[in-house]
């Protein structure tokens, strides 16, 4: 590890040594990632988030996650039986692919919501 007079790092105010440009949060406690959007702040940069997934709150590693590990971790499985929305400040939502990458720090990203697939969508009735 660097020392603190390393030019390129610097000690934060709880004594944590970090590089400029990153966010460290006192404690380490997560970012709740709803609360900034709803205040309409952006959602700075940490190393663990609060997301809401439907109802439930889950804490998440990173400021990067696909969409099967926020149906993983809030146990929505198997995946492929799931779709998944991001909600936005103002109730715009968009569909989030199992393997799309979403940034946690998007401004007005509020939660993320879930809808059970129906296994006979797309499918004709029987004796049409």
Same mark, same amino acid.
């Given at each position: ?22 966010? $460290? ?5 997560? =970012?709740? &990632? #709803? ?10 940069? /940490? !190393? ?21 590990? $926020? ?5 929505? =499985?198997? &995946? #492929? ?10 109730? /715009? !939502? ?35």
């Amino acid at each position: 590890m660097k020392s603190p007079t390393d030019s390129s790092q610097q000690l934060a105010s709880n004594g944590d040594v970090r590089t400029p440009g990153t966010s $460290v949060t006192p404690g380490d406690e997560p =970012v709740d &990632v #709803e609360e900034f959007a709803t205040r309409g702040h952006p959602v700075p940069k /940490a !190393t663990r988030y609060r997301i809401r997934v439907d109802r439930s709150v889950y804490i998440v590693n990173g400021p990067n996650i696909t969409g099967r590990e $926020v149906l993983e971790v809030s146990n929505h =499985v198997p &995946v #492929e039986h799931w779709r998944l929305d991001e909600r936005f400040r103002g109730g /715009a !939502t968009k569909k989030v692919e199992l393997n799309e990458v979403v940034d946690l720090t998007t401004a007005g990203l509020e939660r993320f919501m879930t809808l059970p697939l129906d296994q006979t969508e797309g499918a004709r009735p029987t004796g049409a």
